[in-house]
């Protein structure tokens, strides 16, 4: 059983930075795509950034591109979202997901078996 925890949510003015952290617990780390989805309320989960097993591909949504950065080190088992000139509506609980399937960067949610419990993000104003 692989277990996800995220840490590093919080509160952050607009125009700032914030970095989440997400570490995963199982022996050695399966090698498969990582990524961070966030739901706002009201709203429905979607994808904010994925990487591949070796981090040579990326994936970012367009809403997020140029803002954010995605990045794993698979001795620590980790992969961070560091997140840059954070705007309100990035405010959201924010998962981290790890696929069963594929060793590719995906949008999809659906290509992602594991999840955290989720972080809040809240983007002041």
């Known amino acids: 059983q692989v277990q996800l925890v995220e840490s590093g949510g919080g509160v952050v003015q607009a125009g700032g930075s914030l970095r989440l952290s997400c570490a995963a617990s199982?022996?050695?780390?399966?090698?498969?795509?990582m990524a961070w989805f966030r739901q706002a309320p009201g709203k429905e989960i979607e994808s904010v950034a994925a990487i591949s097993w070796m981090g040579s591909n990326t994936y970012f949504a367009d809403s997020v591109k140029g803002r954010f950065t995605i990045s794993r080190d698979n001795d620590k088992k980790m992969v961070v979202l560091q997140m840059n000139s954070a705007k309100p509506e990035d405010t959201a609980i924010y998962y981290c997901?790890?696929?069963?399937?594929?060793?590719?960067?995906?949008?999809?949610?659906?290509?992602?078996?594991?999840w955290g419990q989720g972080i809040q993000v809240t983007v002041s104003s």
């Open positions: 997901a790890r696929s069963q399937t594929t060793i590719n960067a995906s949008g999809s949610s659906r290509a992602y078996g594991y």
């Open positions: 199982e022996r050695s780390f399966t090698p498969l795509a």
